[in-house]
């Protein structure tokens, strides 16, 4: 099982990381810090270096520069599968399922180890995601888009996982299965630290604790959602989401 964090430690702090992709300078001087008791969401326009934070924690783009530190010590030059096997999971934009497999094979290739402790995770991941639990020996590929998803989700939280990274979880899913999305999260949190991508703001403002808001792959703002819903001049200035003017009789 999975060790408890203390409330407000520091599970996860990245400071000053750049990033390229080819020529381009993706992260420029990227800081930030997920803490235990909280859900952090990273929210941003298109292009600002959301995706790239998640897979750099990943390593799967190495950090060119700067520290990524996990629980204390550093991961930036360790190999992908080094840091999932930290305990870091991570659900991708493309999910990341095999289609020709089953649900029951996808879970199963998942699984590092199969012990007590797996089963138990692995019953309580069916309780929470009952549709995989129905579709147990079907193949992956006739899912809907919201059950593939679950599907991405359920993969990553098999293992013993304190740090889960899960990006754009709710792009291209009706609103019905979006807010079922939202009760699974609030449920993983309970058991992992998550860092969330999400462009929509609905699901981010439901299920985040803290923010941060980048651009041009610099962390530009950050605080409490909580404080960031009432901040239109922000969510304007950055997410282009504009106050809605009250009808006028």
């Given at each position: 099982m999975a060790e408890e964090p203390n409330l407000n430690e520091t599970i996860l702090k990245v400071a000053d990381a750049h990033t390229f992709i080819g020529h381009h300078h993706i992260l420029q001087g990227l800081s930030f810090e997920a803490k235990a008791d909280a859900v952090t969401v990273l929210i941003g326009r298109n292009g600002a270096g959301k995706s790239t934070t998640l897979r750099t924690v990943m390593g799967l783009l190495p950090a060119s520069q700067?520290?990524?530190?996990?629980?204390?010590?550093?991961?930036?030059?360790?190999?992908?599968?080094?840091?999932?096997?930290?305990?870091?999971?991570?659900?991708?934009?493309?999910?990341?399922?095999?289609?020709?497999?089953?649900?029951?094979?996808?879970?199963?290739?998942?699984?590092?180890?199969?012990?007590?402790?797996?089963?138990?995770?692995?019953?309580?991941?069916?309780?929470?995601?009952?549709d995989l639990k129905n579709f147990w020996k079907a193949q992956a590929g006739v899912l809907s888009g919201g059950q593939k998803q679950m599907l991405a989700i359920a993969r990553a939280i098999v293992n013993e996982t304190s740090l889960l990274l899960i990006d754009e979880p709710s792009k291209g899913l009706a609103?019905?299965?979006?807010?079922?999305?939202?009760?699974?999260?609030?449920?993983?949190?309970?058991?992992?630290?998550?860092?969330?991508?999400?462009?929509?703001?609905?699901?981010?403002?439901?299920?985040?604790?803290?923010?941060?808001?980048?651009?041009?792959?610099?962390?530009?703002?950050?605080?409490?959602?909580?404080d960031l819903v009432d901040n239109d001049e922000l969510k304007s200035r950055y997410l282009g989401i504009s106050k809605v003017a009250p009808d006028v009789a």
């Open positions: 700067g520290k990524i530190v996990y629980k204390g010590k550093e991961i930036q030059h360790k190999k992908p599968y080094q840091i999932a096997r930290l305990g870091i999971g991570f659900v991708p934009e493309d999910m990341g399922i095999f289609a020709n497999l089953t649900v029951e094979e996808n879970m199963r290739v998942a699984m590092l180890v199969e012990d007590d402790a797996a089963g138990q995770r692995l019953a309580r991941t069916l309780e929470m995601f009952k609103p019905i299965i979006v807010d079922a999305l939202i009760d699974a999260i609030n449920q993983i949190k309970a058991h992992s630290v998550v860092i969330l991508v999400e462009q929509n703001f609905y699901m981010a403002s439901m299920v985040g604790d803290h923010y941060y808001i980048l651009d041009d792959g610099l962390a530009v703002h950050n605080g409490k959602m909580t």
